[in-house]
């Protein structure tokens, strides 16, 4: 089956541009023809689009680039000759064998297709090797090996370059104090994450660092923010990871993904894998799974926790909802299983506390303790919901409004409107996209707004939902 024409020039392009990469970066002879080669391979990409390309103004603008490719090409082949000239042993210590061997001569021709391979004319690998061996024969083991090692290593750099996204280089700025409760799962990651790094000389013997943490629990409990956590104040390197990151429409390709993604974390370790909704992508296994998603499993589980691989230094740290539909092997490499519940009475009067700060209001603590004491069953996300749309009733109250009064005149003069009921004898009839936009504010939020919010905005979790994560945390958890 041919290749699409897009993703031929795609593939031609890309080609080109690592290609160009590895021949300017490197100065060592191997690298630079191993950029040449991947130049030349771009090349034939683009000529082999070109033939099946039936826009002809498209056509005509990549043909003008390609004058300017096949210069470049000229330009690295006369580098790599003159390199080539320069490495070669002096005359008068070096003397050729009875193989009758022309060195290759600068030509003076354009660059140009030679039997439909775009490789150029007048450059040839040298035939004496600077050590006095005879060049490998095109069809040799050496040059079969060679040409595979330089697909091998192509192969792994776009691996390599497609996981780069997953690497998070700026900190979130979350910090631990930033999360209310959670108590001992903040002590389990630090277990994991801050210690080891700060005091290596005390994990030592039995007291070695874990390896693999699941954080599960009722949507909206804080597990990624957890994360979020680690990520800043942990001094490792930070892989976020999805399953659309490590998964590919093509046999194989997700495997080398998984291998790629576990072998740049132990070159950065010590290294933290972010598996967020894991579950996704590591449910139990069954009779009638497909071959694909099989091997997945299996290879992620063999590079989390397999014979032959170095794990420290390394913490996988996975996010899921339903911890019961994971895999069992996939449940025993996760060492520590923390339940992260809905806040407690606690935890969302801290939050309320710290949301509150945020948006003018005349709350008192008695509110602030009422509001907790009434939203039991709400996670932290329930909770942010209802806080917002609480601070939305103010803005509905100017939205409904008829009549508004002057609170104050501003420093240019200009009065600064509030709404207020039809009773108000300050009031003037107005309707608010009357009033320019810097002339209007709005009242503080009231207990009452927060009232009319709870009627509307109910819990996210069902009873049932709890009692399955109740019931798994005893099983197979620990509390968070």
Not at 418 to 423: A, G, L
């Amino acid at each position: 089956m041919s290749d699409d024409p897009a993703q031929m020039r795609d593939k031609g392009l890309e080609f080109l541009k690592k290609g160009k990469e590895y021949f300017n970066k490197h100065q060592q002879r191997e690298y630079r023809e191993k950029g040449y080669e991947l130049y030349k391979r771009g090349l034939e990409c683009i000529i082999k689009y070109l033939k099946s390309e039936t826009n002809a103004n498209i056509a005509a603008k990549v043909r003008e680039n390609l004058k300017v490719w096949m210069e470049d090409a000229k330009t690295m082949e006369a580098t790599l000759y003159q390199n080539q000239q320069q490495a070669a042993p002096p005359q008068n210590n070096y003397q050729p064998s009875n193989n009758n061997y022309n060195q290759p001569q600068p030509s003076n021709q354009n660059y140009a297709p030679n039997n439909n391979n775009y490789a150029p004319n007048n450059y040839k690998p040298s035939p004496n090797q600077p050590n006095g061996d005879q060049a490998p024969k095109k069809d040799s083991p050496r040059n079969n090996k060679s040409a595979s090692k330089l697909k091998e290593d192509d192969d792994n750099a776009k691996l390599q370059s497609n996981l780069e996204s997953a690497i998070v280089t700026e900190k979130p700025n979350i910090r631990w104090d930033d999360i209310a409760g959670l108590e001992q799962a903040k002590k389990s990651l630090q277990e994991a994450v801050i210690y080891p790094i700060k005091f290596p000389h005390l994990f030592v013997g039995m007291r070695t660092p874990w390896k693999g943490i699941l954080l599960y629990g009722p949507p909206g409990t804080g597990k990624t923010f957890l994360a979020k956590a680690c990520a800043t104040e942990a001094d490792a390197t930070f892989f976020t990871v999805s399953s659309a990151d490590i998964t590919s429409k093509y046999v194989g390709e997700s495997e080398k993904l998984i291998k790629t993604l576990f072998k740049m974390a132990r070159e950065k370790k010590p290294a933290i894998i972010f598996i967020d909704e894991i579950d996704s992508l590591l449910s139990a296994r069954s009779d009638n799974e497909n071959e694909a998603s099989r091997r997945v499993k299996t290879e992620f589980l063999i590079q989390m926790q397999g014979v032959g691989h170095d794990d420290n230094g390394i913490l996988v740290l996975g996010a899921t909802n339903i911890p019961w539909a994971l895999d069992s092997a996939v449940r025993r490499r996760f060492e520590k299983r923390i339940y992260i519940p809905l806040p407690e009475k606690p935890a969302r009067l801290a939050l309320l506390q710290k949301q509150l700060t945020k948006t003018p209001n005349d709350l008192d603590h008695d509110d602030i303790d009422y509001l907790a004491q009434k939203s039991d069953g709400y996670s932290c996300a329930d909770m942010n919901i209802l806080i917002r749309d609480a601070s939305y009733q103010p803005l509905r109250k100017a939205q409904n409004a008829t009549h508004f009064k002057v609170i104050q005149m501003l420093p240019n003069g200009k009065p600064l409107y509030s709404p207020c009921p039809p009773s108000d004898p300050r009031g003037e009839r107005k309707h608010m996209l009357d009033i320019p936009g810097d002339q209007l504010t709005l009242p503080e939020i009231t207990i009452d707004d927060f009232e009319v919010s709870l009627l509307k905005t109910k819990p996210s979790v069902s009873k049932d939902d709890l009692g399955k994560q109740l019931e798994f945390t005893k099983e197979f958890g620990i509390e968070g």
